[in-house]
């Protein structure tokens, strides 16, 4: 591991260099023959990932796929997941927290997502993606700079320190009418609640339908200061104390 970090190192700025204005198709391309069997995809099952999904059957339709289920999805999101893995043959590993809805409420109290939802989203996605990264060498993610200005300046391809991996994001510089378009295209199925006013989806204590014209991540976590769960840019959650409204 010490010898692909070292290597990885020296390489990285060329990758970031030479696939900046590279397409989807081409990074994913890239990351496939890099990394073979120890890349894999990590997705909620959100537009840019059902994307990503649809571009690798034509690539590296075997491509192993990760999805955290925290205990607390959309009845609607499971049914997109089981729609696309019959759909895709995709091969899913589903990743489930240490602890069940109920232990948690015993070890940290009810509602802990009202109280404290960063250490909340810590418990229920960050440690176990962090467990499920490790035989992996590169994970693919979803993001795009144009959801957030949080995320406006992600590069394609970077070190996650958090899990000691390479991340890329194949639709970094791909807007949200690129992806919605791709999806109307090739007839994808994506998730029903979009069209009820939920721009992203997460848990279902943490999101909420918005206004028309709100997009990106507005409507999770709306009574707090928050709008990344700490699987994309580190936080430390405060586990003695509560989340400030």
């Not at 250490?119 to 490790?134: F, I, M, Q, S, T």
């Not at 590169?138 to 957030?148: F, P, V």
Request: charged share 20%.
């Amino acid at each position: 591991m010490q010898h692909f970090q070292s290597h990885v190192r020296d390489e990285l700025d060329i990758w970031q260099d030479e696939l900046e204005s590279a397409s989807p198709q081409e990074i994913l391309r890239f990351a496939v023959d890099q990394f073979g069997e120890g890349l894999v995809v990590v997705t909620s099952f959100q537009p840019t990932g059902i994307v990503t999904l649809h571009m690798l059957q034509q690539i590296a339709p075997g491509t192993k796929v990760i999805t955290l289920d925290t205990g607390f999805l959309f009845p609607e999101t499971h049914h997109l997941i089981e729609e696309l893995t019959a759909r895709f043959d995709l091969h899913l590993n589903r990743i489930y927290p240490q602890l069940n809805p109920a232990q948690q409420a015993l070890a940290h109290g009810p509602e802990l997502w009202e109280r404290n939802p960063d250490l909340c989203c810590h418990l229920r996605k960050v440690l176990p993606l962090r467990n499920a990264l490790r035989d992996y060498s590169a994970w693919i993610a979803g993001l795009r700079r144009d959801q957030s200005s949080r995320r406006s300046g992600i590069s394609v391809i970077d070190w996650d320190n958090n899990n000691q991996l390479l991340k890329l994001s194949p639709f970094a510089t791909w807007t949200s009418d690129q992806i919605w378009d791709w999806i109307h295209r090739h007839d994808l199925p994506y998730n029903d609640l979009h069209a009820q006013g939920y721009p992203s989806i997460g848990c279902t204590h943490c999101t909420h339908p918005v206004f028309e014209d709100s997009a990106g991540r507005s409507g999770r976590w709306q009574d707090f200061d928050k709008t990344e769960c700490g699987l994309h840019f580190r936080q430390l959650p405060n586990v003695e104390g509560e989340s400030r409204q």
